[in-house]
């Protein structure tokens, strides 16, 4: 599970652990661009899956 995914490092290590034919699980705010990280992975990693939440410290 990378957390982060649609963007800047946790993209780059989405991209990283799929490149290596890991199954990613993309997490982030946003769905949209979680998608279209998703789609942008090798093929190997076509069972990856898109969540989106938002993740922060109960106050």
Do not use: I
């Amino acid at each position: 599970m990378v957390t982060g995914a649609a963007r800047g490092v946790g993209e780059a290590l989405a991209r990283s652990l799929s490149g290596a034919g890991m199954q990613v699980d993309l997490l982030g705010r946003e769905r949209a661009p979680l998608r279209e990280t998703a789609e942008s992975l090798p093929v190997a990693s076509m069972s990856s899956r898109v969540r989106s939440s938002r993740l922060r410290s109960p106050s």
